[in-house]
């Protein structure tokens, strides 16, 4: 019973029960407005056809006067037979005085007082009702004859009659019509939720571990369209981002298994019979180097993790880029040296940016990493800042004149773990693992800005990086 009951409620619920209320109601009211006008319509033109007969036949009466008079037996004698003749059609003769109000002659059907309420003039006739009766009214215009007014007046019931009969005739029409709407409401609601049931049914196959079922198109470009469209783009984003979360899972494992690798291959061989003191200690500085750079990659691991997981809520501060920048170059000197490389700032605008020291830092220090090493003897690294040409943000720029990136490798540098295949052999003696570009860019996204890069082989390099600035008004 309950379960009856909690049945029909999820049916009034439905969409198919609501747009069908909702047509059913539609046919209904324009059913019903569509028969009150073909009979208000009816009713209309039947009382301009009456009062146009009706006026003929005053402007006939009008005649007879100007012929007859002053022949008042005359006169009279003519009244009545026109009276006589359109006795069956209930029509009735009204003469009166000049002041409108006295009757002179009426016909026997006349109603006993003449009628007092003016609906309107018209053409040079007046239109005069009652409820139950309806006249037409002219004033005698001739010289030599006083301003008598003739009515002419009929029945209302003839038009009632009339109109009722249309009634009788439209109502059996309008009954059916009410009584298939709800049908047809349904049948409207039946064919508008098909297309939305079959979306239902895909979505019900689709499964988070093979997401490679789409929705259908059906080509028409409707709503229902555009939804699908949308959907099916996000699905294809949802698998796009499984599948690369699947390869950076696969690249990690590969990543920290193999200075793992090394460091027990090295030991097995080491240990297979007695060293002397400076072959444990080669060991020793082997395992060393590969901790060192484990330790390295599980950090990045985890500043990716975290950089991802807690992108919305990073607590964002004012920073002053180029305090960020002087102190970067300072820690990079040494280094940039060694390599025999330039490294320069031009100070110029002092930025200021919306974002979190530390990790704003860390985008610098990759990038210029980056171009150090990417840099042969002789070249130049600059950072520079400045305003971006989109208003309230600023540019940083990251330049080297090193080795430069080929065309094909630009739109890839910035992927979990990809390398420039080459720069793997020639810069192999600083071990990199591919993930500080991809560091960079989430970082640059987390703080709602764009991080780009061009490059021209053997020429050189340059990032550049737009930040939202902390007071963009300045
Ligand atoms: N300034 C640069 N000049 C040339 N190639 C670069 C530069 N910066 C990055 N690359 C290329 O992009 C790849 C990815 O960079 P990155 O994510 O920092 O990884 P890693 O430095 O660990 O190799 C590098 O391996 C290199 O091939
Ligand atoms: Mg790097």
Not at 28 to 33: A, D, F
Not at 86 to 92: E, N, S, T, V
Not at 154 to 178: C, H, N, Q, S, Y
Not at 388 to 411: C, M, N, Q, W, Y
């Amino acid at each position: 019973m309950i379960s009856n009951w909690q049945r029909f409620i999820d049916f009034t619920r439905s969409l198919r029960f609501r747009l069908t209320v909702w047509n059913t109601l539609v046919v209904l009211v324009t059913v019903v407005i569509a028969l009150i006008s073909v009979r208000e319509g009816l009713r209309y033109y039947l009382l301009v056809e009456t009062d146009a007969i009706l006026d003929d036949e005053v402007k006939e009466i009008l005649l007879t006067f100007e012929k007859l008079y002053p022949d008042r037996d005359q006169v009279l004698a003519s009244l009545r037979r026109k009276d006589e003749a359109h006795l069956d059609r209930d029509w009735h003769i009204r003469w009166l005085d000049e002041d409108g109000r006295t009757t002179i002659w009426a016909s026997e059907l006349a109603p006993k007082h003449p009628l007092t309420v003016k609906l309107g003039e018209h053409n040079g006739h007046s239109i005069w009702a009652s409820e139950t009766h309806r006249s037409i009214e002219r004033e005698i215009n001739s010289p030599n004859i006083p301003h008598y007014k003739i009515r002419v007046g009929t029945l209302m019931k003839f038009i009632d009659e009339d109109v009722d009969r249309l009634t009788r005739i439209l109502a059996p029409v309008g009954l059916a019509i009410l009584l298939l709407a709800p049908l047809g409401g349904l049948l409207l609601a039946e064919r508008a939720i098909e297309p939305l049931q079959r979306l239902i049914r895909t979505t019900e196959r689709l499964r988070a571990s093979h997401l490679d079922e789409r929705l259908e198109l059906r080509g028409v470009g409707d709503e229902l369209d555009q939804l699908a469209g949308k959907i099916n783009t996000f699905l294809d984003e949802i698998a796009d981002h499984l599948r690369k979360n699947r390869d950076f899972v696969a690249n990690a494992a590969h990543d920290l298994r193999s200075p793992l690798a090394a460091i027990q291959s090295s030991v097995e061989v080491t240990v297979e019979k007695p060293r002397s003191v400076e072959e444990y200690e080669d060991l020793l500085f082997q395992i060393n180097d590969e901790v060192h750079h484990l330790g390295q990659l599980v950090n990045q691991l985890l500043q990716l993790a975290e950089s991802e997981s807690t992108a919305a809520e990073i607590p964002m501060q004012p920073v002053p880029l180029r305090e960020v920048i002087t102190r970067t170059i300072e820690m990079f000197e040494p280094v940039a040296e060694e390599r025999g490389v330039q490294l320069k700032f031009e100070p110029s605008d002092d930025i200021v940016v919306l974002g979190t020291p530390g990790q704003l830092r860390q985008v610098l220090t990759n990038l210029v990493d980056n171009a150090i090493k990417f840099s042969l003897t002789g070249s130049s690294v600059t950072v520079g800042l400045t305003w971006d040409s989109k208003p309230g943000f600023g540019l940083l720029t990251v330049a080297d004149t090193g080795v430069g990136i080929p065309p094909e490798a630009v739109g890839r540098v910035f992927e979990r773990f990809y390398q420039v295949e080459r720069s793997r052999q020639r810069f192999g003696e600083k071990r990199g693992n591919g993930l500080g570009l991809s560091i960079c860019q989430s970082i640059v996204h987390a703080h709602r800005g764009t991080i780009a890069v061009a490059s021209q082989l053997g020429k050189g390099t340059t990032f550049t990086i737009s930040l939202p600035l902390a007071n963009p008004t300045t």
